[in-house]
Nanobody, 114 residues
Framework: QVQLVESGGGLVQPGGSLRLSCVVS????????MAWYRQAPGKQRDLVAR??????TTYTDSVKGRFTVSDNAQNTVSLQMNALKPEDSALYYC?????????WGQGTQVTVSS
């Protein structure tokens, strides 16, 4: 059974940093993409950053230059978040896409507030 477990969320002041991690357990071979999404209250879930086949990365415009997505041997995807803003506050979800299916984590809360 595949499980995605996120960690690293919390409360941080504007301008601060957090690092989110997602550990993937179970039988996943050669994921096509690993990504982070976020969802603020009353809003839709949006893509934040994605790493494709362990190499090519894409980011939503609002986080470019501040966030960095990376992966490690197919079973961990991380999101380094710097210069955080209040509008970055949301529930952050880990996502993995394979040829056969897609998988989601339960989410980790990020709150940026003074």
């Amino acid at each position: 059974q595949v499980q995605l477990v996120e960690s690293g969320g919390g409360l941080v002041q504007p301008g601060g940093s957090l690092r989110l991690s997602c550990v993937v357990s179970g039988n996943i071979d050669h994921p096509l993409a690993m990504a982070w999404y976020r969802q603020a209250p009353g809003k839709q879930r949006d893509l934040v950053a994605r790493i494709i086949r362990g190499a090519r990365t894409t980011y939503t415009d609002s986080v470019k230059g501040r966030f960095t997505v990376s992966d490690n041997a197919q079973n961990t995807v991380s999101l380094q978040m710097n210069a955080l803003k209040p509008e970055d506050s949301a529930l952050y979800y880990c996502y993995v896409q394979t040829w056969a299916s897609t998988y989601w984590g339960q989410g980790t809360q990020v709150t940026v507030s003074s």
